[in-house]
């Protein structure tokens, strides 16, 4: 798993920092990448990144603020142009649907795929064999969602020399003994899944918040996450700001995931007020909360493989 | 009047052409510039420009295809954000206003200057003392217009020395004098205007042609332009797809501008098709038919000033 920043900025693009993307790209574990917020130019950045717009395969929007959702039309355009056919699923409030439908129409855009609509879903918004995927409610000036990634635990490999060993011929017994199933060989003769495979691999939990005021669903969604990523459109010293305006600052992201027991935080959604100074600082602050942390920007890689978190930027 | 091209692809935006935009700057002679059609990221390209959001006086919008319009949004909310009072009048096809509006809507913005609206209006769209604007169907898939800017004649300047010496004072009558109005001075006298400003000056004209295939309409709207914007999105090799796809090839572009007697072309809407030999090749081909053939690159500027045309980039 891999988080790739598309988009860091706060409310309109600078040359630094575009509106709100960050892709995850999930291709070892299912071949297709999630994709959270879509500001303008999302495609646009996607052209600078490996990532193929058929691969994606869902959309989870946050809010509907312009600075989330600008980019939507064009990527879902682009997406048809270059061959995706498979479904795409979007999750998010209530009128992304309509909205989406009646741009399509309008400009005459006839999309080569079905698009699934999940809106104003809360609680579990989806499952299948490998993640659990849950929203909920943030604190912003308007619907605001927080998700919650959550991969289910995986089997262990199969140590095909010791079932080899142990009398299992090569054939269909191997791939049972994997999927953790015992068999019975013609010998009569029992082997155990969990003798010949390794000991089941705890899945990894990332966080990703949308724009907030500090709030407790933020610490209910990072809890025990590997990654959090927290907004943070203000900074300490412009704390009073902050939560009139429905966001948070860099010391509220840092105290969220120390409140939740995070492993790692990575702030995101940064004001073009912040100079290159500022953002030094802006980590600064908040790893005397919380050391773990680390700051996005546009085109920022962070990989999560094994239980271990590495910036790859 | 510099011509500042931000998009000149076709379709989908690369990492060489945005989608399509046009910014006619009119700083020396209004102090405002006018945008033809916004494709999404338009606001990223104004970025790297001098252009400030708040000076978009008027935006014409030639067809609603995706690539010429889903930029709207957004420059339309950064136009706000970046202190934009002036009233925005935005000309193009019916179900621009409705959209704009839904849109805006749905993501909560709310716009500190007022939008007038103009659509589906056909010939003299836009009318002052300085310029006239004329819009004709083009023949595309669906309704595309072109616009013919032109400037009306311009005064000549007044020639100050002269009037002084021929006893007029200095005060408001070297102003009538310059409006083109004969005074009498307290003895009597009547002091011609024509005989102290200096020749009326012609106007230029500017053709912009939204995506079309081609037809007699461009020609009429390119009727002894100083300038034709002309899309080609084709080449002579596959001129028998343009016309089923609603488009014009690069020799069609330069028929139209020879056929209507137009000083300069711009070849415009290139598809990312075409790689960089190839470049060469639509321009020595469109030459052969009208020499005076330029392409539009994004960023490319091009100046006309006292009827010359000059490629500034
Ligand atoms: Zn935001
Ligand atoms: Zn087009």
Not at 115 to 129: H, K, S
Not at 180 to 192: A, K, M, N, P, R
Request: aromatic letters at 8%.
């Amino acid at each position: 798993m891999e988080l790739h920043f598309l988009g860091t900025g706060a409310g309109m693009p600078s040359k630094e920092r575009n509106t709100s993307a960050i892709a995850m790209k999930l291709l070892d574990e299912r071949g297709t990448v999630w994709l959270f917020d879509c500001g303008e130019a999302t495609q646009h950045q996607i052209l600078h990144t490996s990532i193929k717009p058929r691969k994606i395969e869902k959309i989870f929007i946050t809010h509907l603020h312009g600075d989330h959702v600008f980019g939507l039309p064009g990527l879902l355009s682009s997406r048809s142009f270059l061959g995706g056919e498979d479904t795409l699923t979007i999750y998010g409030p209530t009128g992304l649907k309509s909205w989406i439908e009646a741009t399509l129409a309008l400009t005459g855009t006839h999309l080569t795929y079905p698009i699934d609509y999940v809106e104003a879903a809360e609680g579990i918004v989806f499952e299948d064999e490998q993640f659990i995927v849950r929203a909920m409610p943030l604190a912003h000036v308007i619907t605001c969602y927080g998700y919650r990634i959550e991969q289910k635990p995986l089997l262990g490999e199969l140590l095909v020399e010791k079932a080899l060993a142990l009398g299992v011929p090569k054939g269909p017994l191997l791939g049972k003994l994997k999927q953790g199933h015992d068999v019975v060989l013609e010998t009569g003769e029992t082997i155990y899944s969990a003798n010949v495979t390794a000991p089941v691999k705890e899945g990894f939990v990332v966080t990703i918040l949308g724009d907030t005021k500090l709030c407790d669903n933020a610490v209910r969604l990072a809890e025990g996450a590997d990654v959090v990523v927290h907004e943070a459109t203000f900074d300490a010293e412009t704390a009073h700001l902050a939560a009139s305006y429905g966001h948070a600052t860099n010391v509220e992201a840092a105290t969220v995931a120390k409140e939740a027991h995070a492993k790692n935080l990575i702030l995101n959604h940064i004001s073009a007020r912040f100079l290159p100074n500022d953002i030094a600082k802006l980590l600064q602050q908040a790893r005397a909360v919380f050391p773990s942390t680390y700051i996005a920007n546009d085109y920022a890689q962070f990989e999560l493989r094994n239980q271990e978190f590495k910036h790859l930027e």
